[in-house]
């Protein structure tokens, strides 16, 4: 019973979730998400203890969190796919297709300035002229991020893997 109830409100936080991803929200999507969730569970707990139907509570929160990650995953997938974005971008233009520049300014040109902002303001780099370097609180956070994901066996390339220049032109290792 806990199993079925937990996946039920799962769904219904996905069909929730429809309406309210929609509207403008002073707070992170995250937040949004997570919040909601965490009421329609607890609702869920409540209303299985007031009919006496609560045995196994774990069972009930296993199959909600599995149901939440599933939506949250997907969901995320969407919201952040630069690819999709070029996709949709591309569509909702002459059906002949779109301007690669076009594109680019439209989609990749504001992605990156929005992403740079975020590092800028995080203090995870620092504008210098037409240049981004890395901070010290940036380096830090991306040998972090480096070390988890070779504790991971995440080994593939990427920012985190990528080998800096050093000073005087030669290249150096993490």
Do not use: N
Not at 49 to 78: D, K, T
Request: proline share 2%; no cysteine.
């Amino acid at each position: 019973m806990e199993f079925l109830v937990g996946i039920a409100t799962a769904a219904i936080h996905g069909l929730v979730m429809v309406p309210l991803a929609r509207l403008q929200w002073r707070v992170p999507m995250l937040v949004v998400q997570v919040v909601v969730a965490l009421l329609l569970h607890a609702t869920s707990v409540v209303v299985l203890m007031r009919l006496g139907l609560l045995g196994e509570y774990w069972w009930l929160a296993a199959s909600f969190g599995f149901g939440f990650m599933v939506y949250l995953f997907g969901f995320s997938a969407l919201y952040k796919s630069l690819s999709l974005r070029i996709l949709v971008d591309v569509l909702a233009h002459d059906p002949g297709g779109a301007q690669l520049e076009g594109v680019y300014q439209r989609v990749i040109e504001r992605s990156f300035r929005e992403r740079s902002e975020i590092l800028e303001q995080g203090g995870l780099v620092a504008r210098q002229g037409d240049l981004y370097a890395a901070t010290a609180r940036g380096l830090a956070l991306a040998g972090r991020i480096g070390r988890l994901r070779t504790v991971l066996g995440v080994v593939s390339g990427g920012i985190y893997f990528a080998k800096r220049a050093a000073p005087g032109g030669r290249e150096a290792g993490r």
